[in-house]
């Protein structure tokens, strides 16, 4: 049975009887608007653990001004359906009066990272994102918690979170899921127009094209790299942000003609008013 829940002190009451008879917590934070990107998170979650505990609050400190916040999509009874059928537990549902005191005065900052990327182009989003995050994992206090690679950023963020902070917490990322085209899913594809939606693949396959490049040719100059494929999804109809490679540790930029190093590829663009994120791994 699915136990919903819109107060701390009830999370809290009912994760202590699961934890006083012995049993494990594996929490997935989410905004809602589920597709099988998040659920693929909670299906992996229910793998490592005894009981899934998932969040479904659309945090208003990780918007900046003018960004989509308030008609960001919004679909708790479709989202509580699915989360029944893929086994969850509990849900936590709270408001923002409930996760946020007036003032609040405690923000939590990744330095470095929250500033890149990104970063450079959102201020104040990875602060919004640690901040909650914090909350969320102080009032759950999970064993594992399950985290996407399409947010790759933010994924890095919160392992250096975790680490520095000493949490007792296990963070496991879970590959992108696509649509047969590559694009990856997120709740943001809504937005984008038919005509739109067909030109978003370029991302995914822009992605791919510079893997193989990294893959086969044995020195590189990164930066020539990153600037020839900016160039190219300026050409295709976006409005790049950045296009960037990246340790794939720490996002910092690779050691040159280095071949042995883990990489990660990231891009960030525009279509039309719709904002696209990306990331491969190599």
Known sequence: ????????????????????????????????????????????????????????????????????????????????????????????????????????????????????????????????????????????????????????????????????LKMAIKIVGVPTVRANDGLALSSRNQYLSDQQRDIASTVYKTLCSTREQLRTVETMNYRQIEDQQFQHLKQAGFRPEYFAIRNADDLKPPVQDVTQQRLVILVAVWLGQTRLIDNLLV
Not at 72 to 96: A, M, N, S, W
């Open 1 to 164: 049975m699915l136990i919903t829940a819109e107060k701390v002190e009830s999370v809290r009451q009912q994760l202590q009887e699961w934890r006083t008879n012995q049993q494990t917590i594996a929490f997935v934070p989410t905004m809602g608007n589920l597709h099988d990107g998040h659920l693929s998170l909670v299906d992996q979650a229910n793998k490592y653990c005894d009981r899934t505990v998932v969040s479904i609050f659309v945090n208003p400190s990780q918007f900046a001004e003018g960004e989509d916040f308030t008609r960001y999509p919004r679909t708790q009874e479709q989202d509580l359906d699915c989360l029944v059928k893929h086994g969850v537990d509990l849900v936590f549902i709270p408001d923002v009066s409930e996760m946020y005191a007036l003032p609040n005065l405690t923000i939590v900052e990744v330095n470095d990272l929250s500033g890149q990327l990104c970063g450079e182009f959102r201020p104040g989003h990875f602060g919004g994102v640690a901040t909650v995050v914090c909350k969320l994992f102080n009032i759950v206090q999970p064993d594992i918690a399950v985290f996407g690679e399409k947010d790759y950023q933010q994924l890095v963020l919160i392992r250096t979170m975790i680490s520095d």
